[in-house]
């Protein structure tokens, strides 16, 4: 039976792929299907799911700015949009139920809000998965988009605690003196090296942070966000959650899987489903508008709703305890699996084309935006210089210390994390915080004298994107990218980049070029 999920999962995921959807939608299928034909889930994919959804809120922690949560932006957007939703939620079902739709008639007040907590979460699951496909995550927007769903699922471990039959002990005290072993911890991983026993040392880690919270009462989930936000400014973080994203994508098949089998949908069911996959542009809607009064810029609010337009796996969590404890009839828990089901569909098509829907509606957009300036979304110049750089990673600060040590070249650095930025400036480069792809970036640099812009940015569609922007502002320069593969070098050369670097290809060259002065006369 377990070869058959494999297959089917494949099967629906490549198919889905070729329409250009993530596969992850084709896995939301499989599992209803595999149900509808009468397959029987073991415990083994439930583990597989809870194994990938603890290892995707490890890999979050990873990443984390805890600083950032008390930022007015983050804690006042995910608190201020949860308690509009569900007082609008409460608002529609009596609305509804007034009207004789079934499974609406007899839901009090009380059902009515715990069916708007449900669903004023969004997923942490689709919405990361859509910031790394999109090479986003320590975007503004990535940024912003991840403390609202750390809060939410903050405010949903609460609620689980207190409605379980489960309460967490005192021990659960204990848990303050944490931050103590962060010198250990942080030891234990540089010790690990960059093989093998470093990707094992985070599913180890990752899994003993739930354990540990498990034995005072607590969710698993929660110890290992913890856990892996003490080890989040360690130098092997980033690498560390690199190792870990192949694991985590197969673990997280299973709980694509597993909600398939929640239960088989009615017509009625369906019906309820609809309803509430129309209001998804409602609910991103409210994101972009309680984002833009809270003084973030129209663009960042804009591709942060549209990330949080989706139902979330904590919904479903959340429905499940309802109906365990009689608050909820059952045929709730299938509505809400069918709408989150539905929310993945919409906010992965919506995702895919969201940069060109803010281009394309911009000056729509921007009547929402106030006049004020958060300090982080200020934009600053990168002087007098021939040459810039975008995305100082490992790849842009080697070209950026070449070009300014070895060949005397004036040169600006640009990253979208800003934390990067400030390291690299600490470090003595000349690094500007920005965007690459926001084209309200590119539209307030001046570019006199610039007259070479390279990207070193990993996600060739991050290149495309900004190489678009740059054309829409009207640069006249030279242009250059990297790409893995040859296919992905000729999109950008299609694209309008002058040159490709092709890194596997032209690696060995390189090599050899940086070797032959070891032959000496020979």
């Known amino acids: 039976m377990d070869y058959l999920w494999i297959f089917i999962a494949f099967v629906c995921g490549f198919l889905v792929k070729q329409i250009g959807l993530p596969p992850l939608v084709g896995y939301l299928a499989a599992g209803f299907g595999l149900h509808a034909l009468g397959v029987e889930p073991d415990a083994s994919l439930q583990t597989l799911g809870d194994l990938g959804v603890i290892l995707l809120l490890f890999t979050i922690g990873l990443k984390l700015n805890v600083a950032s949560l008390f930022k007015t932006e983050i804690w006042a957007g ?20 007034t009207l004789g739709l079934i499974h609406f008639v007899g839901l009090d007040l009380y059902g009515a809000a715990l069916i708007g907590f449900a669903v004023s979460f969004s997923s942490t699951v689709i919405a990361v998965k859509v910031l790394e496909e999109n090479g986003e995550m320590r975007s503004r927007h990535g940024q912003v988009a991840i403390g609202i769903l750390v809060i939410q699922d903050i ?23 944490l931050p103590l072993i962060r010198p250990a911890l942080h030891h234990l991983l540089g010790l690990c090296g960059h093989g093998e026993l470093l990707p094992l040392a985070g599913i180890f880690l990752a899994f003993t942070g739930g354990e540990l919270f498990e034995l005072v009462g607590l969710k698993a989930h929660l110890g290992a966000l913890v856990v892996a936000v003490l080890l989040s400014n360690h130098s092997k973080s980033a690498e560390l959650a690199k190792s870990l994203l192949s ?4 673990f997280l ?12 949908p009615t017509i009625d069911m369906l019906g309820v489903a609809l309803i509430m996959a129309i209001a998804l542009p409602v609910k991103a809607a409210l994101f972009f508008f309680w984002l833009t009064r809270l003084k973030l810029r129209a663009r960042t609010s804009f591709l942060t709703a549209l990330s949080l337009g989706n139902y979330s796996e904590f919904g479903l969590i959340v429905c499940s305890i309802s109906v365990s404890q009689g608050l909820l009839t059952k045929e709730w828990l299938v509505i809400m699996a069918l709408g989150v089901s539905l929310s993945f569909v919409f906010s992965s098509a919506i995702n895919a084309v969201s940069h060109r829907l803010y281009a394309r509606w911009v000056s729509h957009i921007k009547r929402f935006e106030k006049p004020e300036r958060l300090p982080e979304d200020r934009f600053d110049q990168p002087g007098d210089v021939a040459i810039l750089v975008v995305g100082m990673g490992r ?24 934390k990067r930025a400030v390291s690299s400036r600490d470090s ?11 084209p309200d970036f590119w539209s307030n640099i001046t570019f006199d004298g ?21 054309q829409y502002v009207g640069f006249n320069g030279k242009t250059a990218g ?14 309008g980049v002058d040159e490709v670097f092709n890194f596997y290809a032209e690696a060995g060259a390189g090599f050899a070029d940086e070797s032959i002065h070891l032959l000496g006369d020979a």
């Open 247 to 250: 694991f985590k994508d197969i």
């Open 482 to 495: 990297i790409a893995r593969h040859e296919d992905e070098r000729k999109k950008l050369l299609a694209a």
């Open 78 to 97: 995910a608190a201020g949009h949860m308690s509009i939703i569900i007082l609008l939620t409460m608002v529609n079902c009596i609305a509804l139920a």
């Open 253 to 264: 098949i299973g709980f694509f899987l597993s909600i398939g089998f929640t239960a088989l």
């Open 155 to 177: 405010a949903a471990v609460i609620f689980v605690t207190l409605a379980s039959d489960m309460s967490p002990s005192w021990w659960a005290l204990s848990l303050l003196a």
């Open 395 to 418: 790849v842009g600060t080697g070209a950026y210390d070449t070009l300014e040590k070895d060949m005397a070249k004036t040169v600006c650095g640009i990253d979208m994390d800003r």
């Open 428 to 438: 003595g480069r000349n690094v500007i915080y920005g965007d690459a792809e926001d």
């Open 450 to 470: 610039i007259q070479l812009i390279m990207f070193a940015m990993p996600n060739y569609l991050d290149i495309q994107e900004a190489q678009k922007q740059l």
